[in-house]
T-cell receptor, first 111, second 113 residues
Framework: TQLLEQSPQFLSIQEGENLTVYCNSSSVFSSLQWYRQEPGEGPVLLVTVVTGGEVKKLKRLTFQFGDARKDSSLHITAAQPGDTGLYLCAGVGRSQGNLIFGKGTKLSVKP | GAGVSQSPRYKVAKRGQDVALRCDPISGHVSLFWYQQALGQGPEFLTYFQNEAQLDKSGLPSDRFFAERPEGSVSTLKIQRTQQEDSAVYLC???????????FGPGTRLTVL
């Protein structure tokens, strides 16, 4: 069974702080995706990482894919209240392309 | 040009009632996925359609859950004899290709009393 574990589950920080969210698995994934979900909405794709060791940047967000393609991290620099939301990592399942999600990290950034 | 839409957005059902949840995918998207998201959890896969064919229903939790996509566009997820543990947000996603980016709808929040 392919599982993704995210940590921390909850994170409450002040505006301007940095943070890192981790996504780990014992399985190898061909790619990992990061989503952000706001209350009452569906997840929205932020980035897909495909190559082991890959680093992608999206403004203040930096995404890394582990060399062995079993783990990934999301680093946010100088967090802002607008970054508040649920961050989900997901890998593509073996069968028909369905996504396997982690439980998510609920981020709250206070002004 | 609209995104994935779902209806109703909220549904309250008494235990034992049947419910039907609708998903309108992005026009032209071949693949359609249903996910269940319990409170405080990540979404969990329920079932997958390629056009009108249901190719994977391994995630459906019981035979009370049934999904269809008869014309390869709109899909309906039906839950018979609802139970309290069915309370969750049901998300629909569509993609142009099986392995392409999935675009999610806003979900239907089902509460079973």
């Amino acid at each position: 069974t392919q599982l993704l574990e995210q940590s921390p589950q909850f994170l409450s920080i002040q505006e301007g702080e940095n943070l890192t969210v981790y996504c780990n698995s014992s399985s190898v994934f061909s790619s990992l995706q990061w989503y952000r979900q706001e209350p009452g909405e569906g997840p929205v794709l932020l980035v897909t990482v495909v190559t082991g060791g890959e680093v992608k940047k999206l403004k203040r967000l930096t995404f890394q894919f582990g060399d062995a393609r079993k783990d990934s991290s999301l680093h946010i620099t100088a967090a802002q209240p607008g970054d508040t939301g649920l961050y989900l990592c997901a890998g593509v399942g073996r069968s028909q392309g369905n996504l396997i999600f982690g439980k998510g990290t609920k981020l709250s950034v206070k002004p | 040009g609209a995104g994935v839409s779902q209806s109703p957005r909220y549904k309250v059902a008494k235990r034992g009632q049947d419910v039907a949840l609708r998903c309108d995918p992005i026009s032209g998207h071949v693949s359609l996925f249903w996910y269940q998201q319990a409170l405080g959890q990540g979404p969990e896969f329920l079932t997958y359609f390629q056009n009108e064919a249901q190719l994977d229903k391994s995630g459906l939790p019981s035979d009370r859950f049934f999904a269809e996509r008869p014309e390869g566009s709109v899909s309906t997820l039906k839950i018979q004899r609802t139970q309290q543990e069915d309370s969750a947000v049901y998300l629909c996603a569509s993609s142009f290709l099986r392995s392409g980016e999935q675009f999610f709808g806003p979900g239907t929040r089902l509460t079973v009393l």
